[in-house]
C-alpha cells in the first residue's frame, strides 16, 4: 500500500518528480525548456507552497500570482494546443499514481483534471483567444 499526499515532504516528492518528467517529456518538455525557458529553481519551490496549483487539494486557498496570464503569454509566443493540457495532465495522474493512494491522492488528480478541462478550451477551441 502507497502512503497518502499528507506532508510537506510528500509534495515536495510529487512535484520534483512530477517536474523532472515534465522536462524530459518529448511531447511538452520542449515549451518549458526551450519557450518558456522555466528556471526550475525558482519555479519548484513557487509549486510546492502551500498556495500553490496542486498543494490546495485539502485546504483551498487562493493561488498566488496570476498563473493563467503566464500561460496566455505563453502561448502569444507559442500556441498551446488540448494535446499539450493532455500530456500535462497524463503525466501529473501518473506521477501521483505511482507514489501515492488515498482520498488526498485521487483530490490531486481531480484538481489538475480541472484545471487542463478548464483551461483548455481558452486556448485550443472555439473560444480561445
Known amino acids: 500500500?502507497?502512503?497518502?499526499?499528507?506532508?510537506?515532504?510528500?509534495?515536495?516528492?510529487?512535484?520534483?518528480t512530477f517536474y523532472e518528467k515534465v522536462q524530459r517529456d518529448d511531447v511538452i518538455g520542449?515549451?518549458?525548456?526551450?519557450?518558456a525557458k522555466v528556471n526550475w529553481s525558482a519555479h519548484l519551490p513557487v509549486m510546492r507552497m502551500?498556495?500553490?496549483?496542486?498543494c490546495c487539494w485539502?485546504?483551498?486557498?487562493?493561488?498566488?500570482?496570476?498563473p493563467i496570464q503566464k500561460h496566455f503569454d505563453l502561448h502569444a509566443r507559442h500556441p498551446l494546443k488540448?494535446?499539450?493540457?493532455?500530456?500535462?495532465?497524463?503525466?501529473f495522474q501518473s506521477t501521483v499514481d505511482e507514489l501515492f493512494e488515498g482520498s488526498n491522492a485521487d483530490n490531486a488528480k481531480?484538481?489538475?483534471?480541472?484545471?487542463?478541462?478548464t483551461w483548455k478550451p481558452k486556448f485550443d477551441g472555439p473560444f480561445a483567444g
Open 30 to 35: 520542449y515549451i518549458f525548456n526551450d519557450i
Open 58 to 66: 485539502a485546504m483551498p486557498t487562493p493561488i498566488g500570482g496570476n
Open 50 to 54: 502551500p498556495s500553490g496549483i496542486f
Open 82 to 91: 488540448a494535446a499539450h493540457f493532455d500530456r500535462w495532465l497524463a503525466l
Open 1 to 16: 500500500m502507497k502512503p497518502d499526499i499528507s506532508t510537506s515532504e510528500d509534495v515536495k516528492q510529487l512535484i520534483n
Open 110 to 117: 481531480f484538481r489538475a483534471y480541472a484545471i487542463a478541462e
